[in-house]
């Protein structure tokens, strides 16, 4: 069973700064694309910021210049590291797994985001 544990949410400013992590097993990270994503209430899920095939970070439009995902291949972790933080950052975040060998897609229990003054 594939499991990614998430942690880091919480409640923040707007400017301020929150790292989520998410931890999943040796086997999955390493056959794992590896990705963030949030869901704001009422909105639909969307991606934040992912890795592609070649282990380069992509980001949404949203999130340039703010956000950098980042992994520990040691610790078997991905990060997100969220700066400048902003109300409409406020959501919802998952951690997702993309297994390219069985092409299936996995997520994490999600953590609450809220950027409020």
């Known amino acids: 069973q594939v499991q990614l544990v998430e942690s880091g949410g919480g409640l923040v400013q707007p400017g301020g700064s929150l790292r989520l992590s998410c931890a999943t097993s040796?086997?999955?990270?390493?056959?794992?694309?590896m990705a963030w994503y949030r869901q704001a209430p009422g909105k639909q899920r969307e991606v934040v910021a992912a890795?592609?095939?070649?282990?380069?970070?992509t980001y949404a439009d949203s999130a340039k210049g703010r956000f950098t995902i980042s992994r520990d291949n040691a610790a078997n972790t991905v990060y997100l590291q969220m700066n400048s933080l902003r109300p409409e950052d406020t959501a919802v975040y998952y951690c997702?797994?993309?297994?390219?060998?069985?092409?299936?897609?996995?997520w994490g229990q999600g953590t609450q985001v809220t950027v409020s003054s």
């Open positions: 997702s797994a993309f297994i390219v060998t069985s092409n299936r897609n996995y």
């Open positions: 890795f592609t095939s070649g282990g380069t970070p």
């Open positions: 040796g086997s999955v990270f390493r056959l794992s694309r």
